[in-house]
């Protein structure tokens, strides 16, 4: 008889923690789903006093008339440049937390790689200021199957990473070529380089080099939102450094033909 009750003392343990364990599985599930849904509609809300924001400061800053000085003049590019870090921040968090609900999946489509650069770096002009950015992509590389608007967001933000890292001077380079089955592109620059401990680890979400950390604003989301946008197009992103052990290269190799099961479906958030 004791033994009977034993056994089903055992039993009845193990039953208890597999319901404490799925219980503890539907409350996670659910407080993903919640900080998911809470992330999502806050960068949305968001969004659209911001875009206002930057409309107006650009009308400020384009129609001179209305300033009466620099000094205006001086103030409306600040809330312009602050608008449009905060937008970037906040396009970051959205891709982010799609990309952890898995609800980002590429729209894949044929995409000139020249169109997604030229696109990246208009959108990044002000950013760029003075710095010269060189385009060497050779006369065969091909058109590529890639999301553009996801691919130039991976573009956007090493170039944005290239100009925040680097001083004001210095050069650019976006290098790519053609390897067998794949496209390899590098986005290099000349600036201080990623020690070589810390260069995997630039891709975990909130990882920052220590000695950067201080003194330049970031929060440590775009290189992981570029890994998971490459990786959603069954590509690899790494950092090396840049020529002659000088600066930082991200390395970035795009399969030129897509698995089919990372085609077709739509965004859900
Ligand atoms: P953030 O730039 O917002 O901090 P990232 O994920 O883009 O976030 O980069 C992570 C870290 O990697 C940065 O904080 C910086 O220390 C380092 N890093 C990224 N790009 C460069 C670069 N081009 N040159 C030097 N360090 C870089």
Not at 109 to 137: N, Y
Not at 140 to 157: A, G, I, K, R, T
Not at 232 to 250: K, S
Request: charge should be negative; charged fraction near 25%; aromatic fraction near 4%.
């Amino acid at each position: 008889l004791l033994e009977t009750l034993a056994d089903q003392a055992a039993v009845a343990i193990e039953r208890t923690a597999l319901v404490a364990d799925i219980e503890a599985a539907r409350v996670a599930g659910e407080r993903d789903r919640l900080r998911t849904a809470l992330l999502s509609s806050l960068s949305h809300d968001l969004r659209t006093p911001l875009v206002s924001i930057m409309g107006s400061a650009s009308a400020l800053v384009n129609y001179q008339d209305t300033l009466s000085d620099d000094a205006e003049r001086e103030l409306a590019l600040t809330i312009q440049d602050e608008a449009e870090r905060l937008n970037r921040f906040v396009q970051n968090l959205l891709d982010m937390t799609k990309l952890g609900a898995g609800a980002l999946k590429p729209r894949i489509d044929w995409a000139d790689f020249r169109d997604i650069v030229g696109g990246a770096l208009e959108r990044a002009k002000r950013l760029i200021g003075q710095r010269k950015v060189r385009i060497d992509l050779s006369d065969d590389f091909p058109l590529l199957c890639v999301d553009s608007v996801l691919m130039e967001q991976v573009v956007f933000n090493l170039i944005d990473n290239a100009c925040k890292y680097t001083p004001p001077g210095s050069a650019i380079t976006v290098w790519g070529r053609p390897r067998r089955d794949k496209v390899v592109v590098e986005i290099c620059d000349q600036g201080p380089g990623i020690p070589e401990a810390d260069r995997e680890q630039v891709f975990d979400m909130f990882y920052r080099v220590k000695a950067q950390d201080a003194q330049i604003a970031g929060t440590g989301l775009g290189l992981a939102i570029c890994r998971g946008l490459v990786e959603a197009h069954g590509g690899t992103i790494a950092a090396e450094p840049g020529i002659n052990d000088c600066g930082t290269c991200i390395v970035i190799t795009l399969p030129l033909l897509v698995e089919p099961e990372l085609l077709g479906a739509e965004e859900k958030v």
